[in-house]
T-cell receptor
C-alpha cells in the first residue's frame, strides 16, 4: 500500500512552454501533498504545500505564478511549470501524507519527474 | 529557519558499519527523519525519531538527542546496494513539511 505515482516520469520541452506534472496517491487519500525540487548533486528543496480544496502554501523564494499548484481531489495534485526556462530543468518530486495521519507520520514519495527545458 | 549539517561523503567496505551524523539548529522541532535516495530515484523512508534515544530497524538504527541537536544513522553489515545518498530531514510544524539536509553519499566498496 501507500503508493504515490507521478506522470510524466520524464519530459523535454522547449523554452517558453508550460508543463504539467501530476501526482496521484493510488491507494489512499491525501489531504496534504508536498512538492519538492532537486537540482543535480543537491538535496530536496520544498517548493510548496498543497492542501485539497484550498490554495497552496509556497516556500520563500518560490514564485506562485510560475509554479501553479492545484489539489482538486484527495488523490490528485498537479504542478504546472509555466513558461519554462532552462533554469527550471530539475527533478520534481511530490510526496503525500495519508488522511488522518499526524504531521509526524511519514510521507510517501512519488518516483519523481525529470524536466529538461531546451 | 533551520540549519542541517551532515558530511558530504563517506566510504566503507562491504560488511562494515558506518555512522552518518546529522546536526541541526532549529527554532521548532516535530521530528527527525532519515531517508535513502539512490541516484535518479525518489527518497525512501528509513526511520523517524521524535523522542531521545535509539530506534532500531534491522540493519539500520537511528539515534536522536534533542538537547544536543544531534542525530545519527547507523548502517550495519553494509551491502553494495547500500551505496546511496542518505538524507537527514526535520519537520518543525504541524503540516509536517520536511526540510532536508544536503545528504551524505555513502560509497560501499568490495
Amino acid at each position: 500500500g501507500a503508493v504515490v505515482s507521478q506522470h510524466p516520469s520524464r519530459v523535454i520541452c522547449k523554452s517558453g512552454t508550460s508543463v504539467k506534472i501530476e501526482c496521484r496517491s493510488l491507494d489512499f487519500q491525501a489531504t496534504t501533498m508536498f512538492w519538492y525540487r532537486q537540482f543535480p548533486k543537491q538535496s530536496l528543496m520544498l517548493m510548496a504545500t498543497s492542501n485539497e480544496g484550498s490554495k497552496a502554501t509556497y516556500e520563500q523564494g518560490v514564485e506562485k505564478d510560475k509554479f501553479l499548484i492545484n489539489h482538486a481531489s484527495l488523490t490528485l495534485s498537479t504542478l504546472t511549470v509555466t513558461s519554462a526556462h532552462p533554469e527550471d530543468s530539475s527533478f520534481y518530486i511530490c510526496s503525500a501524507r495519508e488522511i488522518g495521519q499526524s504531521a509526524q507520520e511519514t510521507q510517501y514519495f512519488g518516483p519523481g519527474t525529470r524536466l529538461l527545458v531546451l | 529557519g533551520q540549519n542541517i549539517d551532515q558530511p558530504t561523503e563517506m566510504t566503507a567496505t562491504e560488511g562494515a558499519i558506518v555512522q552518518i551524523n546529522c546536526t541541526y539548529q532549529t527554532s521548532g522541532f516535530n521530528g527527525l527523519f532519515w531517508y535513502q535516495q539512490h541516484a535518479g530515484e525518489a527518497p525512501t523512508f528509513l526511520s523517524y525519531n521524535v523522542l531521545d534515544g535509539l530506534e532500531e530497524k534491522g540493519r539500520f538504527s537511528s539515534f536522536l538527542s534533542r538537547s544536543k541537536g544531534y542525530s545519527y544513522l547507523l548502517l550495519k553489515e553494509l551491502q553494495m546496494k547500500d551505496s546511496a545518498s542518505y538524507l537527514c530531514a526535520l519537520t518543525t510544524d504541524s503540516w509536517g513539511k520536511l526540510q532536508f539536509g544536503a545528504g551524505t553519499q555513502v560509497v560501499v566498496t568490495p
